[in-house]
């Protein structure tokens, strides 16, 4: 059964090479795999400001668009986390909430579906040292123990972690669009957000995503 790749809307909008990066995870890893061409945005943004009419009706879209079987894979924490969690609790009626639920049990965020499918077969690596960016909804929704088992595989790669006080990179859903080192983040809306906000820093921060990372060693 393929896996359905869910590819959040500010991804396709604002950093596709993520999405052909994750792609190339899936041919490699050898899993079959669809993109639902009618997808479009979960609703993440339109609940944040409280828009609860619109966040139902793109939910409704998402179930139409999702509702078969298997595991649906998102590049994204926070997508992921407004599904599993939050559409059950916007849906209106028994049945829909059941429907709501079927679909929230099979969605996975990237890091814990990879984590599951644990080694990766073939060598990937990385000289430095990098700091993991544990988003908040990445701590929501648990998954950065998976990330920190994906990221054990990266040859020559040091992880060090941030403070357990780090709360938010401040993106919040839309406010980075309302007021527009090295690290490695699961979360690309936070990664886009900290792009901007190194872009005046000195010395350089570089940042990187997940499943760059995570690309085979041209030299292994």
Known sequence: MPVQFFVPCYVDQQAPEAALQVAGLFDRLGVAWEYPAEQ??????????????TARRLMRHFLRVFGGEGDIVCPSPSCTLMVRH??????????????????????????????????????T???????????????????????????????????REVSPYYACCGFGGPFSYQHPDLLVSLDLSCLLHLRAVAAGHRPALGLHYLAELLQPDEDG
Do not use: M, N
Request: charged share 20%.
């Open 40 to 53: 479009t945005c979960c609703g993440q943004f339109a609940l944040t400001v409280g828009d609860l009419a």
């Open 86 to 123: 939050h559409y059950p609790e916007l849906a209106e009626g028994l049945a829909e909430r059941r429907q709501a639920e079927r679909v929230a049990a099979r969605i996975l965020e990237l890091s814990e579906w990879l984590a599951a499918r644990s080694p990766l077969p073939w060598k």
């Open 125 to 159: 690596a990385f000289a430095g040292v990098l700091a993991l960016h544990r988003s908040c909804k990445a701590k929501r929704l648990g998954v950065c123990p998976a990330a920190t088992r994906v990221l054990a595989q990266v040859q020559g790669l040091t992880l």
